[in-house]
């Protein structure tokens, strides 16, 4: 696939399945065996996850910062914005507003994410949620 096409694919997956929350979009861009470290194996799992930051975020939208492709990987830096208005991991919503900012790493194979990697500022999504301090 050209550089192109699998930045296409990594702009559809942003847009259309986190933003839009299309899961068929998630049904045909990943490989059903997608492999995450770190996190659970699979199509299903990721369809679950995105099930899950949707019903903790409904709101939530990823701004697409940057986007590298290199070879079969592209490189995403996005920002998302949303509030938290459902159970997020046992934690009941707390109507606050978050910004969170990240960067996903895909490689594409034939037109089909086969691993993805996610890395996000997670400790400072659980400060404003007000759950952790703030580090000085």
């Given at each position: 696939m050209s550089l192109d096409t699998n930045k296409h694919i990594?702009?559809?997956?942003?847009?259309?399945?986190?933003?839009?929350?299309?899961?068929?979009?998630?049904?045909t861009l990943y490989a059903a065996d997608v492999i995450n470290p770190g996190l659970p194996s699979g199509r299903e799992a990721l369809l679950h996850a995105?099930?899950?930051?949707?019903?903790a975020f409904p709101d939530c939208q990823w701004a697409i910062d940057a986007l590298i492709a290199e070879v079969d990987t592209v490189?995403?830096?996005?920002?998302?914005?949303?509030?938290?208005?459902?159970?997020?991991?046992?934690?009941p919503p707390t109507r606050t507003k978050v910004t969170?900012?990240?960067?996903?790493?895909?490689?594409?194979?034939?037109?089909?994410?086969?691993?993805?990697?996610?890395?996000?500022?997670?400790?400072?999504?659980?400060?404003?949620?007000?759950?952790?301090?703030?580090?000085?």
């Open positions: 990594a702009r559809r997956i942003v847009e259309d399945g986190w933003n839009r929350g299309d899961r068929a979009t998630i049904e995105q099930d899950a930051t949707r019903a490189v995403v830096r996005w920002t998302a914005v949303g509030t938290h208005r459902g159970d997020l991991l046992g934690i969170i900012a990240g960067v996903t790493i895909f490689r594409i194979v034939d037109g089909l994410v086969q691993e993805w990697w996610r890395v996000a500022d997670d400790l400072g999504m659980l400060q404003q949620l007000g759950l952790l301090p703030e580090l000085r």
